[in-house]
């Protein structure tokens, strides 16, 4: 299942743990979309590698004006 970019970030971050043995398939953003939904996208830093986002939280920015180009429905929730 292809992931965008904020769940590719999260894996990044995971794969990169210390004994973490078992990444799932990590690569640049620009493999799988022509556009991800996060700024900056995943790079390739190198053949086979791929640089851990060191930004604030996950290292990347959600882009909400592509979330909802690429969003098919969307629904919000509020407390009561």
């Known amino acids: ?3 965008s970019g904020i769940g590719r970030a999260h894996n990044l971050h995971i794969a990169s743990l210390p004994d973490f043995k078992l990444p799932a398939d990590l690569s ?3 493999r799988y979309y022509e ?3 996060i700024d900056p ?3 390739l830093s ?3 590698r791929v ?3 060191a930004g604030p939280g996950i290292g990347v920015n ?3 004006e592509r979330i909802a ?3 098919v429905r969307a629904d919000v929730f509020r407390a009561p």
Do not use: K, N, Q, T
């Open 1 to 3: 299942m292809l992931e």
């Open 28 to 30: 640049a953003s620009r």
């Open 35 to 37: 556009e991800d939904i």
């Open 41 to 43: 996208f995943i790079e």
């Open 46 to 48: 190198g053949p086979g």
């Open 51 to 53: 640089r851990v986002p």
């Open 62 to 64: 959600p882009v909400e």
């Open 69 to 71: 180009r690429a969003s």
